[in-house]
């Protein structure tokens, strides 16, 4: 819910290049979980790294150290910001680094539920 239909344009824009705004966007995708959560350490860590990972554009960095290390040294040339082959269509590319971005999200969050909150 929070990473589709409660983020706004602005906190998609502007996530990845402003604190406050990551942080409001991490705090409107975390709100859901205060009504599973039991302890609230659990809804810290699934605020907080969210945040963090959003900011930082964590899934760049994975899409980078995954296509370089499966490419290795005969790689194509490159897309420097997720490490695709250049010629890769956009539109494969964005929603790949949606995929790894989300799927971080929810083994965070579902680590953090089982682990620190005993709900799963």
């Known amino acids: ?16 290049r402003s604190w406050f705004w990551a942080i ?3 705090g409107v995708y975390s709100l859901p979980f205060l009504l599973v959560i039991e302890r609230w350490e659990a809804w810290a860590v699934i605020f ?5 990972i959003d900011r930082y554009r964590l899934a760049n960095y994975v899409c980078r150290f995954k296509n370089v290390f499966w490419f290795g040294p005969d ?4 897309d ?3 490490g695709y082959a250049a010629d890769t269509p956009v539109h ?3 929603w790949l680094l949606v995929i790894i971005d989300n799927s971080i999200h929810l083994i965070i969050n579902h680590l953090a539920l089982k682990h620190l909150n005993g709900v799963l």
């Open 1 to 16: 819910m929070g990473d589709y239909l409660l983020q706004t344009e602005q906190m998609a824009l502007r996530k990845t």
């Open 24 to 26: 409001l966007h991490a």
């Open 48 to 52: 907080g790294t969210h945040a963090i």
């Open 75 to 78: 790689r194509p040339a490159i």
């Open 80 to 82: 420097p910001e997720n």
């Open 92 to 94: 494969v590319k964005f």
